[in-house]
């Protein structure tokens, strides 16, 4: 029995949707700038999610599905260490990663 | 030689070098005199070489043209035509130029200002060269203006000279009358020169085809009429005429002439005796051709025999020594321009000559005694009163000796140059013209020995009236120029004598048939008129203050000929009440025409501007205040949705995510 059989498409779309979710909500409600950057990985990992799912039981002939996926887990790597080399700059010049005191360009 | 001809544009140009050097350079005085004189002693050495090679030539006009600006059909062309005349003209200017400046760096030693006369007379100079040589009419009328304008600047050249006697005229007024006296002259020669573009197309001097003497123009000038009646020649001679008459200070634009003598006396005889006053004359010997197919040369004749014998007339009661010459420059003027009436223009350019020598020396030496009598009497006291003078030979036999030598010329004795030049006029007058014009010289030629005399003797003989002490010798640059241009007065006959017409066959001139009854008889009127002011004045003068013995005769005649006709007055009266008219109506035309028009358009404008106001406060205005405040109000609602958060940002990007895909997934579905 395999995980096609047992599992259908639906549940793990709706996992992706729900971590899509939770990640949103944590990159819009959070206010240290770290977790914005957590949300932010959360939303990637459930596009990743996605992408293998739609591969695994739509064309698992094509490798394009695992390949995105890679390309994302990539894309998150580099995406983490600029964001968070980004979050040490501000944290050295404001003593803080409070999301809402970097304001500068408030109108 | 022919090396001479091709440099002669040098000889107008060194003294125009000169006057830019003067005015330019800062230069000290001494050094303008001596720039100014070499510069024209130069070009004066390149006009002896250009009349040495022109009389080694074929006789032909040599001619050196530049294309200077397209007019109508045919090219302007600016340049230069040496033929005999223009080389005669070239000598006697330069050479006498050459010693008047020498004069003036004695004259104006002392004066403030000479770094700027030396360069008017340059400029001068430089002008009446270029008129001389110059190839084209239009040409030699600007050059002719250049000098007009250099006298206006010399005549007014001590401007800020007053005098306490209201009556005599000041510098300033001499130079402002001198220049609108010409300009009257001078606007209806450029019209003259106007009405013969039109006629023949060009203004080129030659006989060529395509220039002004070309024969078929001359006999379609000659034949085609005007509205007035006379011939286009006609009428272009007599404008043209009217420039001499201008220029040459003949009858009725004499005025200028005796005032303009308020300038310094260099320039006196310079300007007003030896050179410029000449160009009338030479203008009409320049465009003879045209006056000999023309009906204007009676007129030319008469207008040259009245200003002679009125001139003269007037000359003998003068009390200013320079006045006195003035109406003696007046009066020899005449005597050329008559000459040119009865045909003779060889005579008139002999007389020219020659007059340029002695009157020159004759200015030169009045300037001597002025410059002498100034250190006496001071420079208000009656520096030019011959009645103040006296005794002079002693005091100053060098200038004296020149001055007896240049009035002996000019009274005619045989055999100084004077006597051979006016016998030439008057035998041209008795063969070609009519008996009265040439008894009218011959009067006036007396007139001319007796005038003489009257000042000589008044100045030179007798005791000196002016003071206790006697004026004294002037130095060396002033006399020297005095002796040459003696020596000059002298020789200069010997040009064109009788026997040997050198000048006339040089000039390409009729020659004149030697009278010798005629000779006899104006030689005892010139003894005549000799010993008549010896007679009168031998001892009539005890002091300063005594009455002339022509006034004691003749009262009323004196006092009318001291006025010089009053003609001033009559001139004076005649274009004041003329002032008054004018003015009057235009005084009314002010008022009535221009004054309401412009009230009218005043108000116009107003009622218009009132219109535009509102319309601009309203619309224009407001309009523009809306739209800024419109943008103002606008920014200022959009600037609270700058947060400066990020997460603000992320969350509307989100949100447009998401119109966006429910635009795409139920929108663009069909």
Known sequence: MTMVDSVPLEWLLLLAAALFCIGLFGALVRRSLIGILLG???MLNAVNINMVAFWRYLEPNLVAGQVFALFIITIAAAEAAVGLAMVIAIYRSRRTIDADDAALLQG | MGFFLDI??????????????????????????????????????????????????????FTRVVRWAPAGAADLLLGYRIDGLAAVMLVMVTLVATAIH?????????????????????????????????????????????????????????????YADPNRITPRAAAIKAFMTTRVGDVLLLIGLVYLWLEAGTLEIGA???????????????????????????????LIFAGTIGKSAQFPLHVWLPDAMEGPTPVSALIHAATMVAAGVFLVARTFPIFAVSDALPVVAAIGAITALGAALVACVQFDIKRILAYSTVSQLGFMVAALGVGGWGAALFHLLTHACFKALLFLGAGSVIHAMEAVVGHDGPAQDIRSMGGLRNAMPRTFAAYLVGALALAGVAPLAGFWSKDEILAEAFAHGN????????????????????????????RFRGGASLPHESPATMTVPLIV??????????????????????????????????????TLLALA??????????????????????????????????????????????????FDVVSDLRDRLDRLVIGRGVAGTGSLAGLLGRLTFLFDDAVL???????????????????????????????LAIAGLVVLGVVVVYGLRP
Do not use: K
């Open chain 1, 40 to 42: 932010v990985e959360l």
């Open chain 2, 102 to 162: 020498v004069f003036a760096i004695g004259y104006m030693a002392h004066d403030a200002r000479r770094v700027r006369f030396f360069a008017y007379t340059t400029l001068f100079t430089a002008a009446m060269l270029a008129m001389v040589m110059a190839g084209n009419l239009l040409l030699l009328f600007i050059a002719w203006e250049v000098m007009g304008l250099c006298s206006y600047l010399l005549i007014g050249f001590w401007y800020d000279r007053t």
């Open chain 2, 485 to 522: 241009l003696a020596v000059a007065s002298v020789l200069v006959g010997a040009i064109n004598l009788p026997w040997w017409h050198t000048l006339s066959d040089f000039v390409a001139a009729e020659a004149t048939s030697f009278n010798l009854l005629l000779a006899f008889i104006a």
């Open chain 2, 435 to 462: 008996l009265l014009i040439g008894v009218m010289l011959l009067a006036a030629s007396f007139l001319t020995a007796f005038y003489m005399t009257r000042q000589v003797w008044l100045v030179f003989f007798g």
């Open chain 2, 529 to 578: 008129g000799i010993g008549g002011g010896w007679w009168l004045y031998r001892s009539a003068f005890a002091d300063a203050a005594t009455t002339d013995p022509l006034q004691q005769a003749q009262p009323r005649l004196f006092a009318l000929l001291q006025q010089a006709f009053a003609i001033d007055a009559l001139y004076g009266w005649v274009i004041g009440r003329l």
């Open chain 2, 621 to 651: 205005n407001g309009g523009g205040d809306l739209v800024a405040r419109s943008t103002s109000d606008a920014g200022e609602e959009l600037r609270r949705s700058v947060t400066g958060r990020v997460q603000d940002y992320l969350a």
């Open chain 2, 208 to 238: 060529a085809a395509g220039q002004i003497f070309a024969p078929q123009l001359l006999e379609r000038l000659a034949t085609s009429g005007t509205a007035v009646g006379m011939s286009a020649a006609t009428a272009i001679a007599l």
């Open chain 2, 8 to 61: 002669a544009w040098l000889i107008p140009l060194l003294p125009l070098l000169a006057c830019v050097a003067l005015t330019l350079l800062p230069l000290r005085g001494a050094m303008a005199g001596r720039l100014a004189v070499s510069a024209i002693a130069i070009a004066a050495v390149l006009a002896l070489g250009v009349i040495v090679a022109l009389a080694a030539g074929d006789g032909t006009a």
